[in-house]
């Protein structure tokens, strides 16, 4: 997938296919689509996990719902995270998506799970 987002310069979500014919899937470890309390909103949102999923946090970023790892030719195993320009004002926020908060999980000490 990695090869398909440099080549395009395009970020892919779950649905979309990529170069090589790879079809982007929302993860088993992903939330679904349900019902939600954003929790910086306080607001009720159908959450849709058919969209791209940003985080300041590389730890939270590199969990496996987002990243998973890659063997190299080498034979390593790596994971790739990418650092992007967000336009101010231009996404969403919400709380963590990958269940951390209710299994009591810090995902990351610098940031909150909200």
Do not use: W
Request: aromatic share 6%; hydrophobic share 30%; charged share 25%.
């Amino acid at each position: 997938v990695v090869p398909a987002i440099l080549k395009t310069n395009q970020l892919a979500k779950p649905g979309d296919t990529v170069l090589g014919g790879i079809k982007i899937e929302i993860g088993t470890d992903h939330l679904h689509k349900h019902k939600r309390l954003n929790k910086f909103t306080e607001k009720e949102e159908d959450f849709n996990p058919n969209q791209i999923f940003l985080s300041p946090s590389p730890k939270y970023a590199s969990v496996p719902a987002y990243c998973k790892p890659h063997t190299l030719k080498s034979g390593q195993r790596a994971k790739v995270m990418l650092q992007v320009r967000v336009r101010p004002e231009s996404y969403g926020i919400g709380q963590e998506t990958v269940g951390a908060t209710e299994n009591h999980h810090s995902l990351d000490s610098n940031f909150s799970n909200d």
